[in-house]
């Protein structure tokens, strides 16, 4: 696109953001004074003559030297602010870009489903193929905490609003009478968040990440979710008829808030009965509410239509004997069933299910009404109405709120979203070997060669005994460990099968990490062993979290040698040979590095499919990506185009994290399409070849295995090698004040050490994006390519054509420039001048300095293009409309962190400094 093009295409934007900023500005003003709204505008204007290079950064930097913290907050506030109101304008912008692309008649944009079936018409895939592929297809993204999202539901409201005023603003323009009131709500609403404190005082706790993540149900998820498995469903089966596919929803979500434990001591087993517990309340009031509605809208007459005896059955059975829905069957009907699920949900949660839905029905009926046994008699009673409605004639109303009903109940049954369990492998060797010790079966287990636990640990597996009773005197690690377990299965029980789908071992290493999970299942009772003439059975699976570079290259021979083990063999057969494995994105960036860890996972994965092809297992990959490039972000289409074949096969899980899954799923238009493309992307990467390199790929995989090892050096030479890299990292980042200031539930590091090895990936990531260094999107990759490629044309060609070809590849560099467009060198030198020793400072900053450099070069050598964002000129617009933005922040952080680490622990300089990088997380949309 010409210059002249994007300037037209992005006007829109550009004058939303001035409207949306100019009634900020005027809302400051008024409320807060000329003074404070002057200097606002002065910063401003100096931070965009930085970017224009009128004057040097140290101007912005001059300007907030001095400013003390009670007046910082209110600068950071204001930017912070106008970033939240251009995230919005940017949304908005998609939107736009989006209708006029569908209005033009324009071939449908990569990504979506529309050019997903465009694509697999023209691959002529027959239907067997799909229906062998797709047999249990699963697309499920989990949310997880994050500690830079921490704003409340009231701003997520105030959002919601002006975007909702913002399109009918956009229909009636601001000169009629109806376009000036729209204006005017707009004033109100910005006036409002202006008033409202962006984030909580109080530290974050668990049940407040608890609440975060289920906001997004009742924004979006709900209504967007069972609409997307119900438009796959359809397009699928009209293009392959007679195969029955997806006979499950494919989309169907999780969450891993309130049963990650791995590192969190603040996750209990009442934290485990409050996060299914509240998830089953909001699902259970959605279908409540939902039932009320139907049953006003569906007043049709039985002196009108004719109904099928199931549905005068169901009508019977409700007992309504009111006199004015005598002759309404279908309101009795859906009564009846309100009824039942009014029971239900009072069995399952207690009080918390008294909602409206259920006050205006009599008590007494409510207590006598037959309890649903699960979800699937709840949609068998919903199936009875929609079959009467169609036979009938009446299929236009079937599909509409009644339709959304069915699929929100075939999705989300009682429980909402699949609560994973984790837990880190060295904590059940713990818990494991004082069982063993406490039930006389081993003294001292962890002394045991690998062989010999494993011949313990499945011979334990094969037998109903538990190793404790109730009076077992057990230490407060294992009574809390089997505790959580304990919650785990009283909600399995409770809300059924789906609750907790998975238990997910961190830093798996071994067999023996796997089965010692499966013994804590056993040991209360989620896995039943059977015996010679019964089938094992446990609804959890047993998932290996494949972290590291090391752990990553082993994972296929692990996942192979468990699979050896008879016990675990039958296990998984149980489950129809499914397994699930996870990859973790986090830390093995930050053990290896950019590229390293990409090679790593792109080669575990190759080695785990064809471990899948030799054992028979349907393999499952989950996916640990964070929302920063550094943990696995960017696209997710792309990603999930990257991956090897095989690798995805109709099946795919992947994390969603903080500030990202609001960015995605706050906006009804936003969840669509990111949920869209999760599915477009899973189904084509599981039908059509993605890979693109076909013999050549071996040779492909030769050069990445040198590129991954000489960048894995490289970034070793910094991270463990360069004498004085972790205090300088401490210094010139804010991850102390990441651990010091409470942010979110979870410590920053897993133990009490100063080891890069020990802390949390979140902490370590978010640290390097807000002091805009950024360093685990690229350090390394710079060099390892000038090292391969050196002076040698051939090679140079040879990476020009692997970047052509490969998705992979592709992906690698676009995410890579991504990360580097908004990282800031120059910015990132005011965080290194927090590092007091001159020596430490000058030689680590300048090493990631002329690293930056080589990438930089690198990139535009094999791309052709010496702009980083060539391929993403949205993101290019966003960046040049948002960064000066970012400017006084950055600004304002660093003289807040020297203030505190001088000594002053002053309640408004921690403010300022939460502030601060909840706007800064804002701003760069993926930041840890």
């Not at 809208?297 to 309504?320: F, M, Y």
């Amino acid at each position: 696109m010409r210059e002249d093009q994007i300037e037209s295409a992005t006007a829109p934007l550009r004058d939303d953001i001035r409207f949306l900023g100019a009634i900020l500005g005027e809302t400051i003003r008024d409320h807060e004074g000329p003074e404070l709204f002057d200097l606002i505008e002065r910063v401003r204007v100096e931070a965009f003559r930085v970017r224009r290079s009128e004057v040097e950064r140290s101007a912005v930097a001059e300007m907030l030297r001095d400013a003390d913290p009670r007046s910082a907050i209110p600068l950071i506030r204001a930017f912070s602010h106008f970033l939240l109101l251009a995230n919005l304008a940017e949304d908005l912008q998609r939107d736009r870009r989006r209708a006029v692309h569908v209005a033009a008649g324009e071939p449908p944009q990569e990504s979506s489903l529309a050019a997903t079936y465009a694509a697999f018409d023209a691959a002529r895939i027959d239907g067997a193929t799909a229906a062998r592929v797709l047999g249990d297809a699963l697309v499920s993204p989990v949310i997880t905490a994050h500690p830079t999202e921490t704003r409340r539901r009231t701003v997520f409201d105030v959002q919601a609003r002006i975007t909702e005023l913002m399109r009918r603003r956009a229909r009636y323009g601001a000169e009629e009478a109806e376009g000036a009131e729209i204006d005017r709500d707009i004033r109100r609403q910005i006036l409002t968040l202006w008033r409202t404190a962006l984030i909580r005082l109080a530290r974050l706790r668990i049940s407040d990440e608890i609440e975060v993540g289920l906001r997004y149900y009742d924004l979006t998820l709900l209504e967007v979710i069972p609409r997307i498995n119900a438009e796959v469903r359809s397009a699928l089966r009209a293009r392959w008829p007679g195969h029955d596919l997806l006979a499950r929803p494919i989309l169907r979500p999780g969450s891993w808030i309130g049963g990650d434990r791995d590192g969190n001591p603040n996750v209990t087993a009442d934290v485990v009965e409050r996060a299914t517990r509240r998830a089953a309340e909001v699902i259970f009031g959605h279908y409540l509410n939902e039932l009320v509605a139907l049953e006003k809208s569906l007043s049709q007459s039985a002196r009108l239509v004719e109904i099928t005896p199931e549905l005068a059955r169901l009508a019977d059975a409700a007992g309504d004997e009111s006199a004015q829905r005598s002759d309404e069957p279908y309101r009795r009907a859906l009564r009846g069933i309100r009824l039942r699920l009014a029971a239900t949900a009072r069995a399952a949660i207690g009080p918390a299910a008294d909602t409206a839905a259920v006050a205006e029905l009599p008590g007494a009926r409510v207590r006598d009404a037959a309890a649903y046994a699960g979800a699937v008699e709840l949609l068998d009673d919903l199936n009875t109405v929609d079959t009467s409605l169609r036979n009938s004639g009446d299929g236009l109303l079937a599909d509409d709120r009644l339709a959304a009903l069915r699929g929100a109940v075939e999705t989300f049954g009682f429980h909402l979203q699949g609560l994973d369990m984790r837990q880190n492998s060295e904590v059940h060797e713990e818990v494991v070997a004082e069982l063993l010790a406490w039930a006389g079966v081993h003294p001292d287990y962890s002394t045991l060669p690998e062989a010999d636990r494993v011949e313990l640990l499945a011979r334990e597996l094969s037998t109903r005994r538990p190793l404790c009773g109730p009076n077992a005197r057990l230490s407060e690690l294992a009574a809390k460990e089997l505790g959580v377990l304990r919650a785990a299965r009283t909600a399995l029980d409770t809300f059924g099968p789906g609750t907790v789908p998975n238990y997910i071992i961190s830093m798996c290493t071994s067999v023996s990490d796997m089965l010692e999970a499966a013994l804590l299942l056993k040991e209360v009772g989620i896995l039943e062993p059977g015996d010679a003439n019964t089938e094992p059975r446990c609804p959890v699976g047993v998932v290996p979290l494949f972290e590291t570079i090391d752990d990553l290259r082993g994972g296929a021979a692990t996942l192979a040698a468990a699979l050896e083990v008879p016990v675990y063999q039958r296990l998984v057969a149980a489950r129809s040979m499914a397994q699930e494995v996870m990859l973790g994105y986090s830390d093995s960036n930050k053990d290896g590095g950019y590229l390293a860890a990409n090679w790593a996972l792109y080669r575990a994965e190759l080695d785990l499919v064809e471990t899948a092809r030799h054992t028979g297992i349907r393999l499952r990959l989950f996916h640990g990506r964070g929302g920063t490039v550094g943990r696995g972000g960017g696209r997710s289409y792309d990603a999930i185009l990257a991956q090897p074949a095989g690798a995805v096969r109709g099946a795919l899980r992947l994390t969603e994290q903080g500030e990202v899954i609001s960015t995605k799923y706050a906006e009804s238009g936003s969840a669509h399409r990111n949920l869209e493309s999760l599915v477009a992307g899973t189904l084509e990467s599981s039908l059509l070849d993605v890979e693109g390199l076909g013999s050549d790929a071996e040779a492909a995989y030769e050069v990445f295995e040198e590129l991954s090892e000489a960048a894995q050096r490289a970034y070793a030479r910094l991270v463990h090698e360069t004498p004085g890299f972790v205090d300088y990292f401490r210094a010139s980042t804010p991850i102390a004040e990441v651990a010091d200031l409470n942010l979110g539930s979870r410590p920053a590091s897993r133990k009490q050490t100063t080891s890069v090895s020990d802390l949390r990936a979140i902490p370590w990531v978010m640290s390097w994006s807000q002091s805009r260094v950024m360093l685990p999107g690229w350090y390394g990759t710079g060099s390892a390519v000038q090292e391969w490629a050196g002076t040698d044309p051939a090679r140079w060609d040879t990476l020009r054509e692997l970047y052509r070809r490969w998705p992979f590849f592709r992906t690698v560099m676009s995410n890579l420039a991504q990360v580097m467009a908004k990282a800031d060198m120059e910015i990132a030198a005011g965080y290194a001048e927090l590092v007091e020793d001159e020596s430490v400072r000058t030689t680590i900053f300048g090493m990631i300095r002329a690293e930056f450099d080589r990438t930089l070069e690198v990139h535009a050598a094999i791309t052709g293009s010496d702009r980083l964002l060539a391929d993403n000129p949205a993101l290019a617009e966003s960046i040049r409309n948002r960064f000066p933005y970012l400017e006084p922040l950055n600004q304002m952080q660093v003289q807040l962190l020297r203030r505190r680490r001088a000594g002053d622990d002053s309640e408004l300089v921690e403010r300022g400094i939460l502030l601060t990088m909840n706007g800064l997380a804002t701003a760069l949309r993926n930041s840890g």
